[in-house]
Structures are given as structure tokens and as C-alpha cells.
């Protein structure tokens, strides 16, 4: 018989379990296939939290397909998990345009109501919704209050939260969208959406097994 107390010897099996689990997903992945290393680590705005950031654009058509299975995944996901999104510009006029219509919507609490009519107005409908002007119209005829939303679009705090949109998704080395960074730690890789969201969800266990291995009493920190 064991000779360490059972409470420790509680501890010790939930932890190995733990890492066996992790190991599963770490002999499955491939650095440069399924995931890449963040060197160094970005810091995450979420404490306690296993912080999930999806860098994405209303103008990219591959964002708005990814857009639903992103909301089924993120509906699966344990209280432990937290998602981010972060609207990218990439420098062009109507990419900033529509990362300053996410930060406006979410001031007048609207973003969760009408992201997803944003992707379907501009990519199913064909509206060009690229300027503010179009964008106060379209969110007006949507129900949000026209001129809550053109003093949020046109306010320093907005204007703030674009240029550190940005900023992030260049010290993430962001090249594309959509884009899953996990912890601040690592970039999901895949040939396909599903490929992604798999490899996130493997990148997540992988993150909270080091959690695990640095706090083995379980205790926060």
C-alpha cells in the first residue's frame, strides 16, 4: 500500500490523470500543423480564466462561415473558458469602419443581438455596409438607437479599442482571420473550421493540464 496520506494520494492520481489526458492531445497535435507557440506568451485579460480570443472581421467572408460553428462551440464549452473577440483592420478603410460598428454595438449593448445580421446583411445581402454613415442607417433600421450608435462609433473610447484591436493582433502575429489564439500561449491551426475548433478544444486541455501540473493542490491563486 501506498505509503502517502490519502488525501495526497487523491491529489497525486487526479493530477497524473490529468496529464495523461493532456499527453493524449499533445502526441495528436503538431507544432506548425495543428498549432503555434505565442513566444513570448501574451498576457490575457481573464484571471481564473482560460481565455479564448477569435481575431475576425465582419468583412471576411470566411468569418461569417465560421461564424455559427463558433457559436455552437462556444455554447459546449466549461465555465473554465472564457471567448474574446477581437475585430481585426488590417490597415484597410472598411475593415476599421466595421471594427468600430463592433465597439459601438457592444457600447449600446446591441453586438450579441446583431453580429450575426451584420455577416448576413453584408454577405448574404450584398450590403455595403463599409462607411459610418451606412452602418448608423443599418443599425437604426435594426433597432438600436441611431444616435447612441454614431456617438459610440465616433467616441475616443472606441476609436481607443480599435487602435488596441490592432495592436493585439499584431503581438499575436495575426496574419489572417479567422484566427483562435488560446491563453496567450498558442495559434489553433487547421485546413478546415472543424480542424480549428478541434485543435482549440485540444489546446484548451492542453492549457488546463499546466494549470494543473503548476497548482496540483487545486487551490486559486
Known amino acids: 500500500m501506498s505509503s502517502y496520506p490519502r488525501g495526497l494520494r487523491m491529489v497525486l492520481c487526479a493530477l497524473a490523470a490529468t496529464l495523461a489526458l493532456a499527453g493524449t492531445a499533445a502526441v495528436a497535435q503538431e507544432e506548425g500543423k495543428d498549432f503555434r507557440t505565442l513566444s513570448p506568451p501574451r498576457p490575457t485579460s481573464s484571471p481564473g480564466k482560460i481565455e479564448v480570443i477569435e481575431f475576425f472581421s465582419f468583412a471576411c467572408p470566411h468569418c461569417k462561415e465560421f461564424y455559427p460553428l463558433l457559436a455552437t462551440w462556444l455554447a459546449k464549452q466549461p465555465k473554465d473558458v472564457v471567448l474574446v473577440r477581437v475585430p481585426v483592420g488590417f490597415n484597410r478603410p472598411a475593415w476599421i469602419n466595421l471594427q468600430r460598428a463592433f465597439y459601438a454595438l457592444q457600447a449600446t449593448g446591441d453586438i450579441s443581438r446583431l453580429d450575426g445580421a451584420l455577416f448576413r446583411a453584408i454577405h448574404d445581402d450584398g450590403r455595403k455596409l463599409f462607411d ?3 452602418l448608423a442607417d443599418w443599425a437604426g433600421a435594426n433597432g438600436v438607437d441611431a444616435d447612441k450608435f454614431t456617438a459610440a462609433y465616433t467616441s ?56 494543473a501540473a503548476a497548482n496540483p493542490s487545486g487551490k486559486r491563486k
Open 132 to 134: 459610418e454613415q451606412s
Open 156 to 211: 475616443f473610447a472606441v476609436n481607443n479599442q480599435t487602435v488596441q484591436a490592432d495592436t493585439m493582433a499584431e503581438n499575436y502575429q495575426v496574419a489572417a482571420v479567422p484566427t483562435m489564439a488560446i491563453n496567450g500561449e498558442y495559434l489553433a491551426q487547421g485546413t478546415t473550421f472543424a480542424e480549428i475548433l478541434d485543435n482549440t478544444d485540444k489546446l484548451i486541455a492542453r492549457v488546463r493540464a499546466e494549470h
